[in-house]
């Protein structure tokens, strides 16, 4: 324990050199990401095409960062104990990725789910990076289907004063429980929909209170046990351009 908070005050002090570029005065063009253990903080950031994102990973384990499928353009990162690794964004769009170490893609599911030896299980260690530029146009209006599965699509992206619908199809009564001050908190009877419109552009982080919890610290859901996918937590964004 003594030796692990030795090392990571190095590590944070390496990392504190690795960022003095953007300390000495030149403009921060993009966002950093930090690795504090199994997960990242923050888990979602907003950037420019042609920014890069900077992970800092202040652990004493090394992680590797990849993309779920279908993200604009592919990455694998391996981040090193102590080390920072940077990757510049050139296509706008929309990354949800997760490290391989301590997650898995669930492909049936299109989810992540925490591997069950990760520190944080059942918090997945998985982000999103929204890369804002041309072509990522949100929607006026998108429809999210509630099933026992999940949210789908788990990202809505939808421009400025859009709207998202909740339908929930599934037999049980879901919710779709927004963190942000002044965001919605919808509760749907099954069979019912429900919507909410959103004027500000940001990322909105939701999930369902009833089969899972939300996490203050790392701004991530964790699954309840005995829900229906345990341990993917039922939990999505709301992305507004
Ligand atoms: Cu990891």
Redesign the pocket.
């Known amino acids: 324990m003594q030796r692990r908070l030795a090392a990571g005050l190095a590590l944070l002090f390496a990392g504190a050199i690795a960022a003095g570029p953007a300390a000495s005065g030149v403009r921060a063009a993009g966002a950093t990401v930090t690795i504090p253990g ?1 997960a990242y903080m923050p888990a979602a950031v907003t950037i420019d095409a042609g920014q890069t994102v900077t992970w800092i990973n202040k652990d004493t ?1 090394p ?2 960062s990849t993309t779920v499928p279908g993200t604009p353009a592919a990455f694998t990162l391996v981040h090193q104990a102590g080390k920072v690794v940077s990757h510049k964004f050139t296509k706008p769009g929309i990354y949800p990725y997760y ?1 391989l ?2 997650a898995t893609f669930n492909t049936a599911l299109r989810r992540v789910q925490a591997r069950k030896e990760a520190d944080e299980f059942p918090i997945a ?1 998985e982000g999103l990076i929204v890369v804002k530029g041309p072509g990522l146009t949100g929607a006026p209006g998108v429809a999210v289907k509630i099933g026992a599965d999940g949210y789908a699509p788990d990202v809505a992206a939808v421009r400025a004063g859009g709207k998202v619908t909740w339908v929930n199809d599934d037999r049980t009564e879901h919710t779709a429980i927004f963190v942000k001050a002044g965001a919605p908190k919808l509760t749907l009877a099954p069979g019912k929909s429900a919507s909410a419109t959103f004027a500000k552009p940001g990322i909105y982080f939701f999930y369902d209170e009833r089969f899972a919890t939300y996490n203050s610290k790392y701004g991530l859901a964790a699954a309840k046990k005995g829900a229906p996918h345990f341990p993917i937590a039922m939990q999505g964004y709301v992305v507004v351009l």
């Open positions: 199994d384990d992680h590797v490290c170490d301590h260690m």
